[in-house]
């Protein structure tokens, strides 16, 4: 049995230890657990499950938090300073 | 203004303007220009935590939640599903069963998908969620927004980012009165007077990102931004005079020579 498990991290394909939680691949990320949502294969993990949930080879985790928006895609955004006078 | 708190679900808010916490320069601005605004409410956006670079800084070590009410969007989702598995996420990652719901139609407008809103809305209720629906300034969606359960209404201005100010301010004024819960006007300010003018009509908040964030100087929008929310405020209380065409005039005849 290999030692190491491959696994998805947000949409990265990693390579981990085999008995590694949620919480250890967190802790080694250094992301602190709270105020972030973890997802293991579409599920949403309960923040009690991190330390028990182990990771198992291809699982797709997805880690997410809070960042700065408004009404609209962040990541569509455009430069402020670029004033576009369409009308 | 003191007594004048905005109660949805039963949490009472002191601010009327909200603001959200997308396109500032950095996060000192963020802080700076949320605490000028007097906003208590704050949106943010849920997104991949960024597992290569972790040098980079937490929005929520700036904007404290114990201080303001976090509340997450669902911008970017196209779909129900995307909408409900990203408040799903957000009240994982948060402290609260509050969303600001959005499903959007299309890139190009951002104007809300209704049939998708209503449908994720009823979903989210039945979980729980207190779902705040960012919709369209349709009065007959609005009540059904409100006939599912949705404490508040969020109508759009105008299209969210373009600065256009009010487009339609009859619907708005006829969603107003059809709805018996707060409506907070939610997209397309541009300027004060845009957010002063929501506010006269009946507006209950307005809810704001790209006019702050985006002027030239944002520190200095968000201080008028929360001095044209409380005229609006107060202006709509006093209650306004009728329009005329002709003068009356101001001074008495009485004692003239």
Same mark, same amino acid.
């Given at each position: 049995?290999?030692?190491?498990?491959?696994?998805?991290?947000?949409?990265?394909?990693?390579?981990?230890?085999?008995?590694?939680?949620?919480?250890?691949?967190?802790?080694?990320?250094?992301?602190?657990?709270?105020?972030?949502?973890?997802?293991?294969?579409?599920?949403?993990?309960?923040?009690?499950?991190?330390?028990?949930?182990?990771?198992?080879?291809?699982?797709?985790?997805?880690?997410?938090?809070?960042?700065?928006?408004?009404?609209?895609?962040?990541?569509?955004?455009?430069?402020?300073?670029?004033?576009?006078?369409?009308? | 203004?003191?007594?004048?708190?905005?109660?949805?679900?039963?949490?009472?808010?002191?601010?009327?303007?909200?603001?959200?916490?997308?396109?500032?320069?950095?996060?000192?601005?963020?802080? @700076?220009?949320?605490?000028?605004?007097?906003?208590?409410?704050?949106?943010?956006?849920?997104?991949?935590?960024?597992?290569?670079?972790?040098?980079?800084?937490?929005?929520?070590?700036?904007?404290?939640?114990?201080?303001?009410?976090?509340?997450?969007?669902?911008?970017?989702?196209?779909?129900?599903?995307?909408?409900?598995?990203?408040?799903?996420?957000?009240?994982?990652?948060?402290?609260?069963?509050?969303? @600001?719901?959005?499903?959007?139609?299309?890139?190009?407008?951002?104007?809300?998908?209704?049939?998708?809103?209503?449908?994720?809305? @009823?979903?989210?209720? @039945?979980?729980?969620?207190?779902?705040?629906?960012?919709?369209?300034?349709?009065?007959?969606?609005?009540?059904?927004?409100?006939?599912?359960?949705?404490?508040?209404?969020?109508?759009?201005?105008?299209?969210?980012?373009?600065?256009?100010g009010i487009r339609n301010p009859y619907n708005l004024k006829i969603?107003?009165e059809?709805?018996?819960?707060?409506?907070?006007?939610?997209?397309?300010?541009?300027?004060?007077s845009d957010?002063a003018l929501?506010?006269e009509y009946g507006?209950?908040?307005?809810?704001?990102?790209?006019?702050?964030?985006?002027?030239?100087?944002?520190?200095?929008?968000?201080?008028?931004?929360?001095?044209?929310?409380?005229?609006g405020?107060?202006a709509y209380?006093a209650g306004r005079i009728p329009r005329k065409l002709y003068a009356t005039a101001s001074s008495p005849i009485e004692?003239m020579?």
């Amino acid at each position: 049995m290999q030692d190491t498990i491959r696994i998805q991290v947000n949409g990265e394909a990693r390579d981990w230890r085999r008995d590694a939680t949620v919480a250890d691949l967190l802790r080694d990320l250094e992301i602190t657990s709270e105020r972030v949502a973890v997802e293991v294969n579409l599920e949403i993990l309960d923040r009690a499950m991190f330390a028990q949930r182990s990771l198992k080879d291809g699982d797709r985790v997805e880690i997410l938090s809070f960042i700065g928006g408004g009404g609209e895609s962040p990541r569509r955004s455009t430069d402020r300073r670029k004033c576009v006078h369409s009308l | 203004m003191r007594d004048d708190r905005l109660i949805i679900a039963g949490r009472e808010f002191k601010s009327r303007l909200w603001v959200g916490t997308g396109k500032y320069k950095n996060f000192v601005e963020t802080q @700076k220009a949320i605490e000028v605004s007097g906003a208590d409410v704050v949106t943010v956006a849920v997104r991949r935590v960024n597992i290569t670079d972790r040098s980079k800084e937490n929005l929520l070590d700036y904007i404290d939640p114990k201080k303001y009410t976090i509340l997450p969007n669902t911008a970017g989702c196209y779909t129900v599903e995307d909408a409900v598995r990203y408040s799903r996420l957000a009240r994982a990652a948060g402290v609260s069963d509050l969303v @600001k719901l959005e499903v959007l139609g299309d890139e190009k407008t951002l104007f809300p998908d209704t049939a998708g809103l209503i449908e994720a809305a @009823k979903i989210l209720i @039945k979980e729980g969620f207190i779902v705040l629906p960012y919709t369209n300034d349709d009065p007959i969606v609005a009540k059904k927004l409100v006939d599912i359960g949705c404490p508040a209404v969020m109508p759009l201005a105008a299209p969210i980012g373009s600065g256009l100010g009010i487009r339609n301010p009859y619907n708005l004024k006829i969603l107003m009165e059809s709805v018996n819960v707060p409506v907070i006007v939610d997209a397309g300010v541009g300027t004060a007077s845009d957010a002063a003018l929501a506010m006269e009509y009946g507006a209950d908040a307005v809810l704001m990102n790209t006019a702050i964030a985006g002027a030239q100087d944002p520190i200095a929008m968000a201080e008028a931004m929360k001095y044209a929310v409380w005229a609006g405020r107060l202006a709509y209380k006093a209650g306004r005079i009728p329009r005329k065409l002709y003068a009356t005039a101001s001074s008495p005849i009485e004692g003239m020579l």
